[in-house]
């Protein structure tokens, strides 16, 4: 047997450890929850006879996805009454998000929204409490993931747990319409009781992931913790967070009317509206610290707690790694996905424009693609094990780039069924490979005293900046058509390639994951 066999042989096994199958489970959990605030609501809602408008509005529940960064020290700091010395700090979390989904779903079963008009709100409240369960179930399940095993097994933990979401996401998705629809509820036919039923199983499918967290072990980490404080200072913690999310939250949509008035003045050019859309994010952001600020200088909060829980979670990044670095480190991570993301904004309506009927497009993407984007997770989380993370991560950026092509050939051939799965294959398939090692190579990344925070700033950076150019996609596409788009989206993707080369040189590799860091100065 020879010693690339051997190699395999080893690589293979390690699917079957513990530790890899539980993120499949824990994964299927993670998954569960976006579309049952998602597609499966808003079509909930369009049967109960709900405005279009006032459905779109449901979808403002998701935003604690992208700002779970926010609340994400508190889980690092806060230790759960009980429930902390039962099963450990990263458990006890992990358990009472998951409480919190299933008590969120349940009220929402609990609502009609066909009832009476004070239904709408009940109803967003339940879905805004499981917006933010569900994401900090995600907060605990990347730190518990990145905590359970050693960077060897990093990249096929993180493909099973994409697999695991994407199965989660099936389930909700595409199940949640199924079991609806067997229950009775259908356009035209609205049935309140089918969709509470199919809530309810939605709920008890969550146990999946309860049952996963009592049969995990805690991990064992040797973080040293520099205070510990009384538990007055952590609901003074607690407050603050609180204050200071609320000071986000309205000053983002208080705003809003004027930066579309501003938009218009200025001719709701695609640049300017880009512009524009970073001076809105900005100037929440800005009111939040302001508040923040305020509250340390009333006394709300003692400095040294505020200091340990916000900032030193960003300056031990950049003490590890260095300003030049860390700067390029946060380059790779905002921009890595960007040829993926911004196609996939507009990908379904680019579908519908070439003439594809629904059915098709539904086999081709929610049934083909999802299992491509498995497979392709999968092989990513084999080859970053056997041949290191940084490698694949580079053939990953420069595949995602490459597959951009292919839409292009399917723009100007047109709806030809056999070129739409080949396109959607490969798209899904680069994208489940490149995934599993960007995972890989956030989760080798974080320190250990910071795992909660520091990954939950890198996972919301990675989609900021692509979620935000494709807000435009649209407009783009108005003005240079379906395949110069498709061009554009392999340009951007081009200079990824240099920054993964840059950073690979830079970290060192070992031949499998990041090994240390360069020193501060570096």
Not at 99 to 109: P, T
Not at 298 to 309: P, V, W
Request: proline content about 3%.
């Amino acid at each position: 047997m020879t010693k690339a066999d051997d190699g395999w042989r080893s690589t293979t096994r390690n699917l079957i450890d513990r530790r890899v199958i539980s993120m499949l489970f824990l994964g299927f959990s993670a998954g569960i929850p976006l579309l049952l605030i998602f597609s499966s609501l808003s079509l909930w809602l369009r049967e109960a006879g709900v405005e279009r408008n006032e459905v779109t509005f449901f979808s403002w529940a998701a935003l604690a996805y992208s700002f779970k960064f926010v609340w994400a020290p508190l889980i690092d700091k806060l230790p759960l009454p009980f429930l902390t010395q039962w099963l450990g700090r990263r458990r006890a979390w992990m358990l009472t998000a998951q409480l919190g989904i299933i008590g969120s779903v349940l009220l929402m079963s609990a609502v009609d929204p066909a009832a009476d008009p004070d239904s709408l709100v009940r109803m967003a409240v339940a879905a805004g409490m499981l917006g933010f369960s569900a994401a900090t179930q995600d907060i605990v399940i990347d730190a518990f993931r990145i905590e359970s095993a050693p960077p060897r097994l990093q990249a096929l933990m993180s493909s099973t747990y994409i697999a695991g979401y994407r199965v989660g996401m099936v389930a909700s998705g595409a199940g949640a319409l199924v079991l609806a629809a067997s229950f009775g509820s259908e356009a035209g036919s609205y049935s309140y009781a089918a969709w509470q039923s199919t809530y309810h199983i939605m709920a008890a499918v969550m146990l999946i992931g309860v049952f996963t967290t009592l049969l995990v072990r805690e991990p064992e980490t040797h973080a040293t913790r520099s205070h510990t404080y009384p538990t007055s200072e952590y609901l003074r913690l607690t407050g603050t967070f609180i204050v200071v999310a609320s000071t986000f939250v309205a000053g983002f949509f208080l705003s809003d009317n004027l930066f579309t008035q501003l938009k218009a003045i200025a001719g709701n050019a695609n640049l300017t509206n880009f512009v524009f859309e970073i001076l809105h994010l900005a100037l929440a952001i800005g009111a939040a610290v302001l508040a923040g600020w305020s509250m340390i200088q009333l006394g709300a909060i003692n400095r040294s707690t505020a200091h340990e829980t916000w900032i030193e979670p960003v300056l031990d990044f950049f003490s590890r790694y260095g300003l030049k670095t860390a700067l390029l480190i946060l380059a790779l991570i905002g921009l890595y996905r960007i040829s993926d993301i911004v196609l996939g904004v507009i990908s379904n309506v680019f579908y519908q424009d070439l003439g594809f009927t629904k059915p098709q497009i539904a086999t081709a993407v929610k049934t083909f693609g999802v299992f491509v984007s498995i497979a392709g997770g999968l092989l990513g989380g084999l080859l970053a094990s056997r041949y290191g993370v940084m490698r694949i991560l580079l053939l990953g950026a420069a595949l995602s780039s490459a597959a951009q092509l292919v839409f292009v050939a399917l723009a100007l051939a047109g709806p030809n069924l056999a070129l739409l799965y080949i396109a959607v294959g490969a798209d899904n398939l680069v994208a489940g490979l490149a995934s599993a090692a960007f995972v890989a190579f956030l989760s080798s990344l974080t320190s250990v005293s910071f795992t909660a925070v520091q990954y939950a700033i890198f996972s919301s950076l990675m989609t900021l900046l692509p979620k935000l150019l494709g807000g435009y996609s649209g407009s783009i596409v108005n003005g240079i058509g379906y395949p110069g788009f498709f061009v554009f989206t392999c340009l951007i993707g081009i200079p990824v390639i240099g920054l993964v080369w840059l950073a690979g040189r830079r970290l060192s590799i070992d031949g499998h994951a990041p090994s240390t860091p360069a020193k501060k100065g570096a």
